[in-house]
């Protein structure tokens, strides 16, 4: 087995690990379904803020499996190490080599190493952290419980008015005088929300670094649904970003919620949700939603648990922090 860096440029080798990823995935994910080759190649190609290297393990010309490290300008002390494995090549130590490989290559900023897994039920998180991911170094840090919306299986409640704020609803991009204060919005996401162990701190999203990801979307086929509350000084107070994929038998997924500090009690996360789920239903291409969140996020899990959002799957996050020359 050689393990050496994957050209992005080269057509053919990212179609194999478009294959191996497809395989990985869906053998411990059954009800998953991937965006396709194209969209999902030209999310690696685009930096987009972030430093995408990949490592392959070949055995003569046959792709066994592969691995991205990832670190973003607004977080440069973490890089995310992720790993799959052609299933007839899995435990093997394929995988570790690799994961050491994509480590070992992380930029000198890096003082933590974080990844994360999907799968059916605790058992299997459980198995996994014992069997693969402990044996790297990782510890469990979260957890998440992700929940799905049947929108062919249910009436949604009527879109909710809240007094003295305006609720409305944007395709492809909110209103150029909204963008810095959705930015802000977005970077608060992950730093006001409980994130067990994993501290994350605000990352503020300027207006070109807004658009930049809302044209990868778009590049990538996707709908994006924004809806805010913007009190009468025009300030946005809550924000819900919705993502459809080209392909309706993919559920769209809720990519964050926020209320800002202030503005809270008042009932307008779930307004702001409610008002892009059916923006999403009048859209005819969306039939299921995800979304997700920490464990202990006890205000989103009731908001979503009103909806009618049910568990599906659950969610860990493991880091480790890099050991010192």
């Not at 990212?14 to 059954?30: F, I, K, T, W």
């Not at 995988?95 to 480590?103: F, M």
């Not at 913007?230 to 038998?249: E, F, H, I, Q, S």
């Amino acid at each position: 087995m050689e393990i050496h860096p994957v050209d992005l440029n080269d057509d053919a080798v990212m179609a194999d690990a478009y294959r191996v990823e497809c395989a990985a995935n869906q053998s411990v994910r059954p009800d998953w379904i991937p965006l396709g080759r194209e969209a999902r190649v030209l999310g690696w190609r685009t930096p987009n803020g972030w430093r995408n290297q990949l490592f392959g393990a070949w055995n003569g010309t046959a792709l066994l499996g592969f691995a991205a490290g990832m670190n973003s300008t607004d977080t440069p002390d973490t890089t995310w190490i992720f790993v799959w494995v052609d299933p007839a090549h899995q435990n093997n130590g394929v995988g570790s080599a690799l994961a050491r490989a994509a480590e070992g290559a992380s930029p000198a900023s890096t003082t933590r190493f974080v990844t994360s897994a999907y799968r059916s039920t605790t058992d299997e998180i459980d198995a996994l952290t014992r069997k693969f991911a402990s044996r790297l170094g990782y510890a469990p840090a979260s957890t998440e419980t992700v929940v799905e919306l049947d929108l062919r299986d249910m009436q949604l409640a009527s879109p909710t008015t809240t007094p003295g704020y305006e609720i409305s609803t944007h395709v492809n991009g909110v209103p150029g005088r909204f963008r810095e204060q959705v930015g802000q919005i977005k970077g608060l996401v992950d730093a006001e929300a409980p994130n067990g162990d994993l501290g994350w701190g605000e990352t503020p999203v300027s207006p070109e670094e807004y658009a930049d990801e809302l044209n990868l979307w778009m590049a990538q086929g996707s709908t994006v649904i924004e809806s805010i509350a913007v009190d009468p000084k025009g300030n946005v107070a809550a924000w819900t970003c919705l993502l459809a994929a080209a392909d309706g038998g993919r559920p769209a997924q809720i990519e964050g919620t926020l209320v800002v500090s202030g503005h809270r009690g008042h009932g307008l996360g779930a307004a702001v949700k409610l008002a892009s789920l059916h923006r999403a239903v009048e859209s005819g291409n969306v039939h299921r939603v995800r979304t997700s969140s920490d464990d202990r996020n006890v205000w989103m899990r009731s908001i979503n648990a009103r909806m009618g959002f049910t568990p599906v799957e659950t969610e860990i996050i493991l880091q480790k922090e890099t050991v010192s020359p």
